[in-house]
């Protein structure tokens, strides 16, 4: 007290945790020669803890915790090590077919650029990598209210997905917690990067208990619906990188405006269009409520249908590269040219990958035995995931 020059009232105040001046603060760290964050902490209040069932106790997420067709989560490693051994000065590394951003969640020591086509797979990665700051406690808060909300009234999940692939009563909480993000961003109490965040998290729930094995090509009739519809909280940072940058295109156009030093491309590899296998997830990311088909009550998907998944696959490729702007290109597909059914065969030829990279520059293959994540009972032997690493001679 007498070296800091602070009187007991103060000492009292610190004592209640109560406020103080930063001067005071700084008196303090003086004496002590030690830092703000020795004298001082914050405590948010904690989401009230919901006690009724061990169900409904508060969750939390990260991003591996989705089941994605041709997510890399298996490969990081691998994939970190070939970049972190043969690649240098390298600074932003552009993930643009992000799918669920396990790849960019590798380089979140750099600057991240993320895209998909997929609008539910932009929020996703905006939850997880967007430079917008946010507020852990408010999001918490938010979760838990959406978690407890009860007898709620129908809505259009109800009026066309009850009891397909989930019960009526979490189709019921799936239409109320999009109707109240989408209200609460409009009001401005929630801001954008919140507002993906909270549908991130019913995405991360969808996809937990979803009556499916894997994918939204159909439903498994007959189901119980056992497991109830409970949102995580995402272990997102409050704040990222401030120049991180999240897209929702063709990745043919971005690439034209874009610069990276490290583009990391990860095309869908056979004709299963991923607006097919997801369209629940879009619809509800969307939430333009339009109206749906068929027995699997898929909504209108022109618009989402990627080359890749077509005979277009080869030129789509190769303007792609012709348009790269990057030191180095890092490329994902693996070896399935031609050997399982139609469906899982690659769209693009081994000849054309080489005569395609080898113009941009020089290109090393690294290759690893893998079981992919797959929806069905395809038994897909000998699969190899090969990153074709190609050094770019000149850049655009
Ligand atoms: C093989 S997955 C990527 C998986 C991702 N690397 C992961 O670990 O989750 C391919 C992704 O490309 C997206 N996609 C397909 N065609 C696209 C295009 N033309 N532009 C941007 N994204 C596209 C799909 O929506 C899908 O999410």
Redesign the pocket.
Known sequence: MRQAKISGNIISRLHRNEYVSLSTIESICRVFQCRVDDVLDFKFPRAPVVTQSPESLPRTADIWN?R??????K?LKFLRGIVDENCSGVETVA?????????ASAFTDKTVIT????YS?YLCNLAWFGSEKVRLPLLENLIAEHNRADDLPANYMTDNFADTYFSKRDCTKIGFVREDVEEKYRLGVINERERAIIVASLIYAMDKIANTCGHYDAWRHGATFERRLILPVLNVPAENNRQNCCFN??????VRRIEADLI?I????NSR???DT?HLLENVARWQKPPVHGVARKMNRAG?K????TSKATD?FEDLIQHCDAKYILF?YNNMANKGNARSNARIADEDLFRILNAKGDVEVFAKKYKPFTTGKSDIRGNEERLFLCKVRRRN
């Open positions: 989705r994605y067709l041709g997510n890399k989560f490969l993930d643009i077919f992000s799918g669920t951003g396990a790849v895209n998909d086509l997929l797979n295109e063709d990745s043919n156009e971005l990391y990860d095309p869908p590899y269009q991923y607006s997801y989402l990627s080359l890749y998944c789509a994902s």
